[in-house]
Structure formats: structure tokens, C-alpha cells
């Protein structure tokens, strides 16, 4: 007679668990302008599939973000770069640090539906973390959302070792309210996702500059520029890139768009007379510098310096 293990007899009666409790799960609602904007069905094709093996799912749903953002690397390659075997899987740290390191951008989303099924429908495969198991006793899993259809009530993933599983929205939501509902995007620099504030895309690109260079984060705060034109940050960030880059005149330009859109932006008023000083314009630097220097905060000292050189 075959005996059960402990650990296949424990799986078995949470999966049973499980289904009992998604029969009790309500359906996810989409805001009203997001639920008018969407359509019914969307499938992301030519996302490719690798199989998890052991509690692997974490690199297997990397290799799967990375091949659809255009870089083709192993699962085996990103195992002792992500997976942490005294946790048996892997953190959303190193999952962010790891996309990074493959020189592609990891935004993480705002774990919302509205989200969620927003970017897929953009085209970007969505890579989430849900808790199969429960709170108490919890079984951490990596899938990337691939596709919806909202008639059916019903989401595409790839997942552990199936390609294109469906799977019930309601049961899908309780599985990621488990994680809070954490999920992120993977991009090459120069594409952004569809649903992220200028904020939150400019955090995730600082990490990917800090951990790359200036040179291949600058098509990305080119992107935040176009997208939020408004966005004092975006351009104040731009031209730090492009300055870092030694393109003083186009980082002239940022700076100055910077002070338009907020002129409470000291550090921008600071480094725009800096790099006006670099090329000879005395006198448009005192300006700048004066107005750095009448804002309170970190900065007012070193406009004070800058202009006592001048």
C-alpha cells in the first residue's frame, strides 16, 4: 500500500479547503471608468512559458517577464541570483533587484483590479504573488496574468507548471489579497506602464538608474517627460541624466522646464544656475541661484555658496 506524505496530504486538503472557500469569494469590481474603457477580452501572445520546478516559481515567472520585455535568460541563471533556499522561494526584494540586473525596468503596480487588467490589456504580462495557502499556514506562489475575459469572469496565467491556466477572478483575488495584493510589470527603459502615476514611475526608474547607469536610464526619463509633461520631478530628473551624460544645453533645457512647472523646486533652481554658471552665463546663474537660495530647506546653503563664487 502507497502511504501519502504529510506534505502531499497537507497540499491536497488546503487545495480542498480552497475550493470550498471560493465558492463563498465575491467578484472583483473595476471602477466605472476603467470598466468602460476595457474590453471584454484581452490575450498577451508570444509571452513564453517555463515550467516551475520544486518551489521555483519565482524565477520560472522572472524568466517569463524578462522573455516578453525582449531578454532571453535561463530559469537556471536567475535561481541563485533570486531564490532563497532557507525560505524555499523568493522575496519581492530581490525579484525587483533581479529584473535590474537584466537591465530592465520593475515597476510595482498600486494591487488593484483596475490595474491588474489595465496592463494587460496595455500588452505587459503581469507578474503577481499569491498565498495558495492560507494565513496561518501559508504556500507562496509566482504566476504572470497573461489575459482576462471579464464576461467569463475569468483570468490567463502562466502558472507553476501550466501554460494558459484559467482561472476564476474571485478565486484569483483571494489568492492575492493573501499578499496584498503585490504585483509589478517588467520594461524595458523607454516604455512605461499603463497605470502608474509620474511618481511611482519615476522611483522605480531612480533604482534602475542607481543600479545601471545614466546612459540606459535615460530613454526611460525621456518617456516620463512625454508621458507627464507637467511632471517638475520627470524633468528636473532628466536633466540630472542628461547633464551626468554631458549634454549641459539639454540638461539647461530640463532644469528651466523644471522651475515652470514648479518654481518651489529649489533643487532644480540650484542645479539649473550650477549648470548655467558651467557655461558662462553669469548673470542668468545669480538669478537662478537667488531663488534656490530664498527657499527654505537642504539646499538654500549650497545656493548661498554658489553664489558667494560668483
Same mark, same amino acid.
Given at each position: 500500500?502507497?502511504?501519502?506524505?504529510?506534505?502531499?496530504?497537507?497540499?491536497?486538503?488546503?487545495?480542498?479547503?480552497?475550493?470550498? +472557500? #471560493?465558492?463563498?469569494?465575491?467578484?472583483?469590481?473595476?471602477?466605472? =471608468?476603467?470598466?468602460?474603457?476595457? /474590453? &471584454?477580452?484581452?490575450?498577451?501572445?508570444?509571452?513564453?512559458?517555463?515550467?516551475?520546478?520544486?518551489?521555483?516559481?519565482?524565477?520560472?515567472? +522572472? #524568466?517569463?517577464?524578462?522573455?516578453?520585455?525582449?531578454?532571453?535568460? =535561463?530559469?537556471?541563471?536567475?535561481? /541563485? &541570483?533570486?531564490?532563497?533556499?532557507?525560505?524555499?522561494?523568493?522575496?519581492?526584494?530581490?525579484?525587483?533587484?533581479?529584473?535590474?540586473?537584466?537591465?530592465r525596468i520593475s515597476y510595482p503596480l498600486n494591487g488593484s483590479f483596475d490595474a491588474l487588467l489595465s496592463e494587460v490589456n496595455a500588452g505587459n504580462p503581469v507578474v503577481v504573488l499569491q498565498n495558495l495557502g492560507l494565513s496561518i499556514l501559508p504556500m507562496w506562489h509566482y504566476a504572470v496574468v497573461i489575459g482576462y475575459d471579464r464576461a467569463r469572469q475569468q483570468l490567463i496565467l502562466h502558472s507553476g507548471e501550466q501554460s494558459r491556466q484559467v482561472m476564476e477572478m474571485s478565486r484569483f483575488d483571494a489568492t492575492w489579497?493573501?499578499?496584498?495584493?503585490?504585483?509589478?510589470?517588467?520594461?524595458?527603459?523607454?516604455?512605461?506602464?499603463?497605470?502608474?502615476?509620474?511618481?511611482?514611475?519615476?522611483?522605480?526608474?531612480?533604482?534602475?538608474?542607481?543600479?545601471?547607469?545614466?546612459?540606459?536610464?535615460?530613454?526611460?526619463w525621456q518617456a516620463v517627460v512625454e508621458r507627464w509633461p507637467e511632471s517638475a520631478l520627470g524633468w528636473f530628473a532628466l536633466g540630472n541624466a542628461k547633464h551626468a551624460n554631458g549634454d549641459t544645453q539639454a540638461a539647461l533645457l530640463a532644469f528651466k522646464q523644471a522651475t515652470e512647472q514648479d518654481p518651489k523646486l529649489a533643487a532644480a533652481w540650484l542645479n539649473l544656475g550650477l549648470t548655467q554658471q558651467g557655461l558662462g552665463q553669469t548673470g542668468e546663474a545669480k538669478q537662478s541661484l537667488r531663488k534656490a537660495a530664498a527657499l527654505p530647506g537642504q539646499w538654500q546653503a549650497q545656493a548661498q555658496e554658489a553664489l558667494a563664487t560668483l
Open positions: 500500500m502507497t502511504l501519502i506524505s504529510f506534505t502531499k496530504a497537507r497540499l491536497a486538503g488546503l487545495l480542498v479547503l480552497l475550493w470550498l +472557500l #471560493s465558492g463563498c469569494a465575491s467578484q472583483p469590481e473595476l471602477s466605472a =471608468d476603467t470598466a468602460s474603457a476595457l /474590453p &471584454q477580452q484581452s490575450y498577451i501572445s508570444g509571452v513564453p512559458f517555463h515550467s516551475q520546478r520544486d518551489f521555483q516559481c519565482g524565477p520560472a515567472s +522572472l #524568466s517569463m517577464a524578462l522573455g516578453a520585455s525582449g531578454v532571453d535568460v =535561463d530559469v537556471d541563471e536567475l535561481i /541563485p &541570483q533570486v531564490f532563497l533556499p532557507g525560505r524555499e522561494g523568493s522575496v519581492q526584494p530581490e525579484m525587483l533587484a533581479t529584473v535590474r540586473r537584466h537591465h489579497a493573501r499578499s496584498q495584493r503585490w504585483a509589478m510589470v517588467v520594461l524595458p527603459p523607454g516604455e512605461l506602464p499603463a497605470t502608474l502615476t509620474d511618481t511611482e514611475a519615476i522611483d522605480s526608474i531612480s533604482a534602475f538608474e542607481s543600479a545601471n547607469d545614466v546612459e540606459q536610464a535615460l530613454p526611460a
